[in-house]
């Protein structure tokens, strides 16, 4: 159910979930994740995500998988450019941040707040980080005007060659 998302889970039932290998699933509107939406060019869209839940040698394992396109804005033309991101984590959730040397290799670590977990966070933070550093098109034919205007400003050989 899409709002099982959004809300908090305690200790309990993220334990209760593992045990019995439970998922949560659904969208998560763009526009409900403020951190990540100003960072984009436009708020307009959703991520797919699921969470699959797990118990691995006494350890609370949180699969994610999340899927998206965004709007970014690119830094050559300063016009939108779409994003697709598709990504799969896996996490293991600690008790205090003194468990992160003890973890599994290969999971990254998982400290609840307050006992807490809200999902829309957690993707929402897997997003952020997946951002690139410079986002741009693919290449210069793909920009707009302002980029390629430039670029043969630069090289008028360049329109000669085209």
């Known amino acids: 159910m899409p709002g099982s998302l959004y809300r908090w889970y305690g200790a309990r039932e993220l334990e209760a979930l593992a045990k019995r290998g439970g998922t949560l699933q659904g969208e998560l509107d763009l526009e409900r994740l403020p951190r990540l939406a100003e960072l984009l060019n436009s708020d307009r869209g959703s991520v797919k995500a699921a969470l699959r839940f797990r118990q691995q040698g006494g350890w609370l394992i949180i699969a994610l998988e999340h899927a998206a396109v965004l709007e970014l804005t690119c830094q050559r033309c300063l016009e939108p450019v779409a994003y697709r991101l598709e990504d799969t ?3 293991a959730v ?3 941040p003194s468990q992160e040397q003890r973890r599994p290799e290969g999971l990254e670590p998982l400290v609840l707040e307050d ?4 999902p ?3 993707v929402e933070d897997e997003l952020i980080i997946a951002l690139p550093f410079v986002p741009r098109h693919e290449s210069i034919e793909a920009c707009g005007s302002l980029a390629r205007d430039s670029v043969l400003l630069s090289d008028p050989e360049r329109e000669e060659r085209s």
């Open 89 to 91: 984590v896996e996490l």
């Open 94 to 96: 600690l008790e205090s």
């Open 115 to 118: 006992e807490r977990f809200r």
């Open 120 to 122: 829309a966070t957690l």
